[in-house]
């Protein structure tokens, strides 16, 4: 499911997100799997990937592969850093960049 939803969102980004959305994500950096690890540039396949694992967190598959959040999105068990930091920040500058 995941591939199919990173093909169709790869397909209709020009339709989702401005020029000006496009290059400000394409600026950010990205600091996975911990906060202070270095900076690497913001990738569009990931981005499309986390973006489609919105809505899944109730899902046994991710709670087992990448952790729990409480009511407020705050993850309460990480099972894996590098995937929860790579969901949370994705996620988290989506939302912040893209008009809603």
């Known amino acids: 499911m995941l591939p199919t939803m990173v093909t169709i969102l790869e397909s209709i980004k020009d339709k989702l997100v401005s020029p000006a959305e496009s290059v400000t994500l394409s600026g950010l950096g990205m600091h996975i799997p911990k906060d202070d ?8 396949v990931d981005f499309y990937h986390n973006l489609s694992l919105s809505g899944l967190q109730s899902c046994s598959f991710f709670q087992n592969e ?24 994705y996620n988290n500058y989506g939302r912040q960049n893209l008009r809603p």
């Open 66 to 89: 990448i952790g729990t959040f409480n009511s407020a999105g705050i993850p309460l068990i990480t099972i894996n850093q590098a995937l929860m930091q790579s969901y949370n920040q």
């Open 37 to 44: 690890s270095p900076r690497t540039d913001f990738n569009w």
